[in-house]
């Protein structure tokens, strides 16, 4: 049996390259599947190239073809794809803290149950400039910053080195509406961009809600050139009459009436506390936070 497994592992290795990218895909789908924050899963290709795997024991030949064969494979592979991403926990920041006078924030309930602090992430300031590193999952206000009925508010996000901190695009952008902030029955609003070229709108009311699912790619985001490449996104919230909008990069993404975002479960009203929101394991700065009205 031995030399059965042996034969059949090293005849995987071999004949699966091809559909290397496929299994990846696979594992993506999976693994991101009702985890927050995760950039939406690509597209799968439904046509298999066929492989074969050929075997002796004594004079049989035993031949696995087509989906029997990519099924078998999923099942070694796909474990090994979640594994090293389920592995991704959020980390501590070394000198973590909020270090600009008048700022606080909260970390996700999530964060919190797994033993995480908002020390262990850092926001600071250096110039005009705001850097963040995290650490856990975080959303940052100043209690000072108040916007009410019609209002914009948007900032410059640059990822200096993309994914430097993470193994897959993590989140970034602008909350508004925020009440009760910090507190177990907290509400705000966020659009947030990844550095792949997708958003996500959501909110937490308080439990998380979702309104563009699980996010959507959209070319008025920027994508960066490689790991390790800047990235820039200008990330705008806007409340006019009965919609919020969220723009990016000049370019409105997605807009929602006040209805869809405003009751039990949501917000409490489009009135409050406006600041930033950022995804765990990320490496960001922010610049030109300002708030406008008509």
Same mark, same amino acid.
């Given at each position: +049996?031995?030399?059965?497994?042996?034969?059949?592992?090293?005849?995987?290795?071999? =004949?699966?390259?091809?559909? /290397?990218?496929?299994?990846?895909?696979?594992?993506?789908?999976?693994?991101?599947?009702?985890?927050?924050?995760?950039?939406?899963?690509?597209?799968?290709?439904?046509?298999?190239?066929?492989?074969?795997?050929?075997?002796?024991? !004594?004079?049989?030949? +035993?031949?696995?073809?087509?989906?029997?064969?990519?099924?078998?494979?999923?099942?070694?592979?796909?474990?090994?794809?979640?594994?090293? *991403?389920?592995?991704?926990?959020?980390?501590?920041?070394?000198?973590? !803290?909020?270090?600009?006078?008048?700022?606080?924030?909260?970390?996700?309930?999530?964060?919190?149950?797994?033993? +995480?602090?908002?020390?262990?992430?850092?926001?600071?300031?250096? /110039?005009?400039? +705001?850097?963040?590193?995290?650490?856990?999952?975080? @959303?940052?206000?100043?209690?000072?910053?108040?916007?009410? /009925?019609?209002?914009?508010?948007?900032?410059?996000?640059?990822?200096?080195?993309?994914? =430097?901190?993470?193994?897959?695009?993590?989140?970034?952008?602008?909350?508004?509406?925020?009440?009760?902030?910090?507190?177990?029955? *907290?509400?705000?609003?966020?659009?947030?961009?990844? !550095?792949?070229?997708?958003?996500?709108?959501?909110?937490?009311?308080?439990?998380?809600? *979702?309104?563009?699912?699980?996010?959507?790619?959209?070319?008025?985001?920027?994508?960066?050139?490689?790991?390790?490449?800047?990235?820039? *996104?200008?990330?705008?919230?806007?409340?006019?009459?009965? =919609?919020?909008?969220?723009?990016?990069? /000049?370019?409105?993404?997605? @807009?929602?009436?006040?209805?869809?975002?405003?009751?039990?479960?949501?917000?409490?009203?489009?009135?409050?506390?406006?600041?930033?929101?950022? !995804?765990?394991?990320?490496?960001?700065?922010?610049?030109?936070? @300002?708030?406008?009205?008509?």
């Amino acid at each position: +049996m031995g030399h059965f497994a042996g034969n059949l592992a090293g005849n995987l290795a071999g =004949n699966l390259a091809g559909d /290397g990218a496929q299994l990846q895909a696979i594992g993506r789908v999976w693994g991101t599947a009702g985890l927050d924050e995760r950039p939406p899963a690509p597209h799968i290709r439904h046509s298999v190239t066929p492989v074969q795997v050929h075997f002796s024991r !004594g004079n049989s030949i +035993m031949r696995l073809k087509n989906s029997s064969m990519l099924a078998f494979a999923a099942v070694l592979v796909v474990p090994q794809l979640l594994s090293a *991403q389920a592995g991704e926990e959020s980390r501590t920041v070394a000198g973590g !803290g909020v270090m600009i006078p008048g700022w606080t924030g909260v970390i996700d309930a999530k964060e919190t149950a797994a033993g +995480m602090k908002l020390e262990n992430a850092k926001l600071s300031m250096d /110039g005009k400039v +705001m850097d963040v590193v995290t650490g856990p999952a975080v @959303t940052y206000w100043n209690p000072a910053n108040m916007a009410k /009925g019609d209002y914009t508010v948007k900032a410059t996000f640059t990822e200096p080195e993309y994914m =430097n901190v993470n193994s897959h695009p993590h989140p970034y952008g602008i909350v508004i509406a925020g009440n009760d902030l910090g507190t177990a029955t *907290q509400s705000y609003l966020y659009c947030a961009a990844y !550095g792949n070229g997708n958003f996500i709108v959501r909110g937490m009311g308080p439990e998380p809600f *979702q309104m563009n699912g699980r996010g959507e790619a959209s070319p008025a985001v920027h994508k960066a050139a490689a790991k390790m490449a800047p990235v820039t *996104q200008e990330i705008a919230m806007s409340v006019k009459g009965d =919609n919020v909008s969220c723009s990016i990069n /000049g370019t409105v993404v997605g @807009t929602y009436p006040k209805s869809a975002v405003i009751g039990a479960g949501k917000l409490k009203s489009t009135d409050g506390m406006f600041g930033m929101r950022f !995804g765990h394991n990320t490496d960001a700065t922010v610049s030109g936070l @300002t708030m406008t009205t008509p």
